[in-house]
């Protein structure tokens, strides 16, 4: 079948580093995305990612190594207002999106 | 660019009225759509794909005479929930892809349904 891991929940401190880790097995890969949904909104795209390596924007990194499955999103500098859950999503062989089911990061003052 | 907007942000309704949402991709040619629904803290449910001018393909469930999907032009979608009962109340977000934005889905703000 086809899966997608990611940690429930994660804490992290307001100007601090943290990385949301993603892990995936589907069949077949056109591509991995990180969406942010704020609580009670709809998801919003941050990245793509379909080639090994890490992309950078602005505060916010991906990375994705396809031999490992794995990917994870770095957000820096963090602020209040990243308080959201983290989203990824695979794009598997029929071009479905296979999504995750999010990481709520709660961010401590 | 890529904007989505859905309409209306809200709806209330009595049980057994219909309800439709439309999802317009507002500076870019939409070839395929996308439904879902999201309950409260639970992961978002794919619930049809429909692409320009063809039937909309239903997930695993989801009952197609219930939730009618037309994608009649590159640039609008609409859901009609039909007969809508309160079990049906529930957060509703369209995505599209389309002409070049490559594979990624941008989603619309979302419509809020309680029926009452």
């Known amino acids: 079948g086809q899966n997608i891991d990611q940690p429930t929940e994660m804490t992290a401190t307001e100007g601090a580093i943290v990385q949301i880790n993603c892990t995936y097995q589907?069949?077949?890969?056109?591509?991995l995305f990180w969406y942010q949904q704020h609580a009670g909104e709809a998801p919003t795209f941050l990245s793509y990612n379909v080639l090994d390596g890490l992309e950078e924007k602005g505060r916010f990194s991906s990375f994705l190594s396809r031999s490992k499955g794995y990917s994870y999103l770095l957000l820096k500098e963090l602020q209040m207002k990243d308080s959201a859950s983290y989203l990824c999503a695979v794009m598997d062989s029929n071009y479905q999106l296979i999504w995750g089911a999010g990481t709520k990061l709660i961010i401590k003052p | 660019g890529a904007v989505v907007s859905q309409h209306p942000s809200w709806v209330i309704c009595k049980s057994g009225t219909s309800v439709k949402i439309e999802c317009r991709s507002l500076d870019f040619q939409a070839t395929t759509m996308f439904w879902y629904r999201q309950f409260p803290k639970q992961s978002l449910m794919l619930m049809a794909t429909s692409n320009e001018g063809s039937k909309a393909t239903y997930e695993q469930g989801v009952e197609k005479d219930k939730f009618l999907i037309n994608h009649a032009s590159l640039t609008l979608s609409t859901l009609t929930v039909t007969s809508a009962h309160p079990e049906d109340s529930s957060f509703y977000i369209c995505?599209?892809?389309?002409?070049?934005?490559?594979?990624?889905?941008?989603f619309g703000p979302g419509t809020r349904l309680l029926v009452l």
């Open positions: 589907t069949s077949g890969f056109n591509g």
């Open positions: 995505s599209a892809r389309g002409i070049g934005e490559g594979e990624t889905q941008y």
